[in-house]
């Protein structure tokens, strides 16, 4: 098939930083499609010109319509690394595309640093959730991250501060590649940057003080960094419920009965590529759950309000299934049948009823049934004793 479309990542250095080959296709081009900011790169071209509207996948008719007619896209760098190449390539076939990268505001903020970049975490702030840098923010990690304007640089100053981590270093590097570069460095708790570039990227090196949020990397948060009103699944059982669980990359959980959304939270927080669905019929839970979403860095956990197995209906399927709330045989139905072929469910339960419940699942489906408590210190006059918490019964299967 033909490669009518290419798509060429271009710098702040223009026309002269591309290839002859990216030139010479620009040239022949009949429709060149870009930002504001790359057309103006490019400067005055034979084609036709489209800069893109709001949202971009508008245009994408529009490109497609071009097909078997030499077209050109520009994009930012390299197009398939936080680039547009992705949105476009879910809708034309990669035989019919010619790519050209330029190189990347990460690569090219790494080489100014001198850091390597597999030792970076890079990520994009740019039309995404901000609250997504949390978990990246680690003692001793550097952290390159591309900006949505010029406001960045001193949120995520004011971020660091707020987490216990203002001793941290940044770097600012505004125009990167071109003519009008610029980097400059602070502390997150010194006075802010002034007249900082809209497009710039911000270079963190992470220096978490004593007692800093530090999101851990294994399962088991503290309870008090959750917003509940006593429905919460607490620390250790739910460090237990986590690896009952398994997750694995990519993978798809079911939250039942969420409460505050912790076990959704954790599960996201295992791998970025990790989606849940927290289910919740109380509608003030539901907005709970999204305030501990957001400000434990998951911004993208999927809420919703209603009671199941209705609220089970139409959802995105599951490759792993939790119930903490409102476990019930018809529930309990619905959620074995939605899993696939080695799904996985584990369910909670306190009261006699739910255990009950869990026996009988146990004793028709298999897998695992245990009983979980938590015994804690408490003061007994001069001396301490044990005191047990509430037992967990939970069962965890695995469908044929």
């Known amino acids: 098939m033909e490669r009518w479309l290419s798509i060429i990542g271009i710098g702040e250095d223009g026309m002269t930083g591309l290839t002859p080959a990216a030139r010479a296709l620009i040239a022949q081009a009949t429709l060149i499609v870009g930002g504001a900011r790359h057309l103006a790169l490019v400067g005055e071209v034979r ?11 508008d245009a994408l008719p529009r490109l497609v319509a071009q097909r078997g007619r030499p077209t050109v896209v520009l994009a930012s760098g390299d197009p398939f690394f936080f680039g547009v190449g992705d949105l476009i390539g879910r809708t034309v076939a990669r035989e019919e595309i010619f790519a050209i990268p330029a190189p990347s505001a990460f690569s090219l903020a790494a080489s100014r640093l001198g850091w390597s970049q597999q030792h970076c975490a890079l990520l994009s702030l740019h039309g995404r959730a901000f609250a997504r840098l949390t978990p990246h923010l680690q003692p001793r990690a550097r952290i390159i991250a591309l900006s949505w304007d010029e406001t960045t640089p ?25 003519p ?7 502390r997150a708790n010194a006075s802010a940057l002034e007249d900082v570039a809209a497009l710039n990227t911000v270079a963190i090196e992470v220096d978490a003080a004593p007692g800093a949020r530090v999101i851990p990397l294994a399962p088991g948060l503290p309870d008090d960094w959750f917003e509940h009103d006593g429905q919460l699944t607490k620390r250790d059982i739910r460090a237990v419920t986590l690896s009952a669980l398994a997750p694995r990359k990519g993978e798809t959980l079911w939250d039942i009965g969420s409460g505050s959304g912790s076990v959704s939270i954790e599960w996201m927080l295992s791998d970025p590529a990790n989606r849940a669905i927290a289910i919740e019929r109380d509608p003030a839970r539901a907005a709970r759950i999204a305030r501990n979403a957001l400000a434990l860095g998951v911004p993208d956990l999927e809420i919703v309000t209603g009671a199941a197995p209705k609220a089970l209906a139409e959802l995105a399927p599951p490759d792993a299934i939790f119930i903490g709330g409102g476990a019930n045989a018809r529930t309990l139905d619905a959620a074995w049948r939605a899993l696939p ?29 245990t009983h979980l408590q938590v015994s804690r210190a408490r003061p007994v006059g001069r001396f301490h004793a044990l005191d047990p918490g509430m037992g967990v019964l939970q069962w965890r299967g695995m469908k044929p």
């Open 47 to 57: 084609a036709e010109r489209l800069q893109w509207p709001s949202p971009i996948s």
């Open 154 to 178: 001193a949120r995520i100053a004011e971020h660091l501060c707020a987490n216990g981590m203002g001793a941290s270093r940044l770097v600012v590097l505004e125009h990167l590649g071109g």
């Open 180 to 186: 009008k570069e610029r980097m400059r460095e602070t």
């Open 341 to 369: 072929a080695n799904g996985r469910i584990v369910v909670n339960g306190v009261t006699i009823e739910t255990q009950a419940l869990l026996a009988q699942a146990f004793a028709e489906k298999g897998g695992d049934l």
